[in-house]
């Protein structure tokens, strides 16, 4: 894996001038006073210049800061360190001592806040920027616990590189509540095909959005040699099962219903297992049909993966937006973008 990561460039006074008063909007601004030695918290800067501007329609005066310094004690890059560090699977305790060797010397909880800040930043821009055209979603879920309790929280990726078009809170776990969650990324992205696991609940909620679904084999290889191990004897007919699986043949719709009418009186699990997979073979293989679908869901649970690990490092979490400021910032980092914006999150 390759992670190209950038932070952001402090200059030590403006090179630009503002280009309106944030009050009312008025071009046209006086330069009031200039702030020789604002001091703040730099891995190589210490000291500013800052420049007080007044509006001649509204008379409102506000500060206008050189690039990468803010009202904040320390800079824009120590804020993105900060959040990186923490990403990558640092403590906010070693993450404080490691810009404290760097000649930037933060305190654990504000490490905390600006990986919240940068966190926050992220969802908001997922939240307003437009992902393009993505024929293919992906959607999984998993549980994390906040405060102790279990939360399910559901992905949704693009299927094809993996990037994490959102993460969200699943309180609602039925067939309408799914189908919520997923419309209104399906919509705006006019997606067509959605890859899921083998969840009950996402065929109903498919078929109400208008999506073609591709069901995950390999969660649906996994389960079903679960529960022929379960089953004791027939094993002509369990191999035959296996192998149809495998090879996913043209008529193995067929060959799955033929083995289940053998099997309905003999063996009622084998019988319900066969059944269940012939009514749901069209999901199974539309992958063979269209051009761009992936047979399994191993893409989403890759995105996801980063999430977990960084999870599993920790205390547990606090509360449900720093569990998806978590999520946010795992994402950006190991996600399929050449490079991690944080930078950008910071303006979002």
Request: proline share 4%; charged share 25%; hydrophobic share 40%.
């Amino acid at each position: 894996m390759r992670i190209r990561l950038s932070v952001p460039e402090v200059k030590a006074r403006p090179d630009t001038r503002p280009s309106g008063c944030p009050r009312c909007g008025e071009q046209v601004l006086y330069r009031a006073q200039v702030h020789p030695r604002r001091r703040f918290i730099d891995t190589k800067i210490t000291q500013a210049e800052t420049v007080r501007y007044g509006c001649i329609s509204c008379g409102k005066t506000f500060h206008h800061y050189p690039q990468g310094v803010t009202r904040k004690q320390h800079s824009a890059r120590v804020v993105v360190l900060a959040s990186l560090l923490y990403t990558l699977g640092l403590s906010t305790d070693a993450t404080a001592k490691v810009l404290a060797l760097l000649g930037a010397a933060i305190s654990k909880a504000t490490v905390w806040r600006d990986a919240q800040e940068v966190g926050q930043g992220l969802r908001r821009r997922h939240h307003h920027q437009g992902w393009g055209k993505v024929r293919v979603l992906g959607a999984d879920e998993t549980v994390f616990k906040v405060k102790g309790k279990e939360v399910v929280v559901g992905f949704v990726t693009n299927a094809a590189t993996g990037e994490i078009l959102g993460a969200d809170i699943l309180v609602d776990r039925t067939t309408r509540g799914f189908a919520k969650w997923l419309r209104r990324y399906a919509r705006r992205v006019g997606a067509k095909v959605v890859v899921t696991d083998d969840l009950p609940t996402y065929r109903p909620a498919s078929e109400e959005l208008g999506l073609e679904q591709q069901v995950c084999l390999t969660h649906v290889r996994r389960n079903a040699g679960r529960r022929l191990r379960e089953i004791k004897g027939y094993e002509e007919v369990k191999e035959k099962l296996r192998q149809i699986l495998k090879d996913l043949p043209a008529d193995g719709g067929g060959q799955l219903l033929d083995l289940a009418l053998r099997m309905k009186e003999a063996e009622p699990k084998l019988y319900s297992l066969a059944l269940q997979l012939s009514e749901r073979w069209e999901r199974l293989v539309l992958h063979q049909r269209v051009v761009g679908v992936p047979a399994t869901n191993n893409v989403s649970e890759r995105a996801i993966a980063p999430s977990k690990v960084r999870y599993a490092s920790m205390r547990g979490m606090k509360s449900y937006p720093g569990l998806l400021n978590m999520i946010a910032l795992t994402g950006e980092v190991y996600g399929s973008a050449e490079e991690a914006r944080l930078t950008e999150a910071l303006a979002a």
